[in-house]
C-alpha cells in the first residue's frame, strides 16, 4: 500500500498534469479558432490547413482521454482505493505509478484487457 506521502506526492503530481492538459486544451481550441479563420490561397494552403486540423483533433481526443483517466485517478484518491488494481484489487507497484500515475490495472491485468480489447 502507497504511505499518506506517496499518496500526496500522485495527487500533487495528477493535478500538475490535468492543469497542463487544460492549458493545452485551451491553446489547442485557440489555434483552431485561428486556423478556421484564415482563408487558404490554393489546393496547398487548403491541404495543409486540413492535415494540420486533423493533426490537432488526434492530440486534443489523446490529451481529453488522458484527462479523463487522472479525473478517476483523483476521484480514486479521494475514495482511498487509489493504486488498487480494478480487475483483481491487488495493490498496483509503485513503480508502475510512477511510469503512469492514472494507472486502472496491475501489469498482469493490463497485458489481459489489452488482448480483449
Known amino acids: ?65 488522458e484527462l479523463n483517466e487522472i479525473e478517476i485517478a483523483l476521484g480514486k484518491i479521494k475514495a482511498g482505493t487509489y493504486g488498487i488494481c480494478e480487475m483483481c484489487e491487488e495493490p498496483i507497484g509503485i513503480e508502475r505509478l510512477k511510469v503512469k500515475n492514472f494507472a486502472r490495472y496491475c501489469i498482469a491485468c493490463r497485458e489481459i484487457v489489452e488482448r480483449e480489447h
Do not use: C
Open 1 to 65: 500500500m502507497l504511505t499518506p506521502e506517496e499518496m500526496k506526492e500522485f495527487e500533487r503530481e495528477l493535478n500538475a498534469r490535468k492543469e497542463q492538459i487544460l492549458k493545452n486544451l485551451d491553446e489547442a481550441k485557440n489555434k483552431m479558432t485561428l486556423m478556421q479563420n484564415q482563408e487558404p490561397k490554393d489546393e496547398g494552403d487548403y491541404a495543409a490547413l486540413a492535415v494540420e486540423a486533423d493533426i490537432d483533433e488526434r492530440i486534443i481526443q489523446q490529451q481529453r482521454a
